[in-house]
């Protein structure tokens, strides 16, 4: 009796086989595209945590959070802390806002410094799910983040630094500082600063005039890749790409509106900030911020001057097409690479009276 033995010849295996790895090529974008919109929606949902928490400590305070926090009193200079640290009460983080002891300079971050324990935290509703860098600068915290500077490169309006001398111009956290109070509580000894001496003026709803709607507010931003001041990442032999986390420090002049020095053929630069947005607290312009100066994800390099005060800084993400900016009103819209500059830039003032069409963005 003759069996007849059934399976596959070696063709039809083979066949199988191919289209088996045809079908998991076709998935796996599908995958993969899933789960970056899973992440670009948690991405929105941080912002518009931060827009939320916002007009929870304008509700509040009947003011803005400040671009700036109080003035350092144990020395007589010193960095602030930045707006994101103001709002850490209306995140529910409260308990990290309350380690922070904001009389002492900012920028001191050893172990035995008064901010180390709430410097060296993650802050989950800063990070962006899509950014894979994890490192750490120096073991403190960093931020996908930013607060909006509006639509000038300077941080301040008034004061002995590089200023914007169009306050419409400025965004909801650009720095006015109120100079009545004096600096010291002990004249004519000097020796004890007065906490209200250049205090920030509040921001309040009535100041944008332009409407909430057309307000950024926060917006995406990259974060460094440096673990330390010797470690800087990036191509150091040429010119790094203009969407690496570097921001270049030019020696010639930046201006407030334009961004025409931030093209970068190797040479024009003192340094580049590499830690950017590595200190989730700082408030300076390369630590929490970003202009409207430059669209998202701008070919043009993120740059500043030497004042550390004036910078242009892109709105920039691992989403394809664009970055999500949340707005004065607690909206969050996703804006794409391809919008126009002029519009843009419109967006980021308070009080331009520019007239901005839904559809243009």
Not at 3 to 27: D, K, Q, Y
């Amino acid at each position: 009796m003759i069996r007849c033995r059934r399976g596959f010849t070696l063709i039809e295996l083979l066949v199988v086989i191919a289209i088996i790895a045809v079908l998991i090529a076709l998935l796996l974008p599908a995958v993969q595209a899933a789960r970056e919109a899973a992440r670009r929606a948690q991405c929105t949902n941080n912002l518009k945590q931060l827009g939320l928490a916002a007009l929870n400590f304008e509700s509040a305070n009947s003011k803005y959070p400040p671009g700036w926090g109080p003035y350092p009193t144990d020395a007589v200079s010193g960095t602030r802390a930045n707006s994101l640290v103001m709002v850490l009460p209306f995140l529910e983080q409260a308990s990290m806002y309350s380690a922070f002891n904001l009389t002492f300079n900012i920028n001191l971050y050893s172990p035995t410094d008064a901010n180390y324990t709430a410097q060296s935290q993650i802050v989950s509703a800063f990070v962006c799910p899509s950014d894979p860098s994890n490192t750490k600068f120096a073991n403190v915290g960093y931020t996908n983040y930013c607060a909006s500077l509006g639509s000038s490169a300077a941080m301040t309006t008034n004061g002995t630094s590089v200023l914007e001398p169009n306050i419409g111009m400025a965004g909801p956290f650009n720095i006015t500082m109120d100079k009545t109070p004096l600096q010291y509580l002990d004249a004519p000894g000097n020796t004890k600063l007065n906490p209200q001496y250049l205090q920030p003026t509040p921001v309040t709803v009535a100041a944008l005039t332009d409407g909430t709607s057309n307000t950024g507010l926060y917006s995406e931003s990259f974060k460094g890749t440096a673990s330390s001041t010797t470690s800087v990442g990036g191509n150091l032999g040429g010119v790094d790409p203009y969407d690496k986390v570097n921001v270049y420090i030019l020696s010639s002049v930046v201006p407030l509106q334009a961004a025409p020095n931030c093209t970068f053929n190797g040479s024009g630069y003192s340094t580049r900030i590499y830690y950017h947005n590595q200190q989730y607290y700082r408030g300076i312009a390369q630590n929490g911020y970003y202009t409207h100066t430059l669209t998202p994800n701008s070919k043009l390099y993120d740059c500043g001057d030497t004042s550390y005060n004036r910078t242009h800084q892109a709105p920039r993400s691992k989403h394809s097409g664009g970055a999500n900016v949340g707005f004065a009103d607690g909206s969050v819209k996703f804006i794409k690479d391809s919008v126009n500059p002029a519009t843009f830039l419109a967006l980021g003032s308070r009080g331009g009276g520019e007239v901005i069409s839904a559809d243009s963005y």
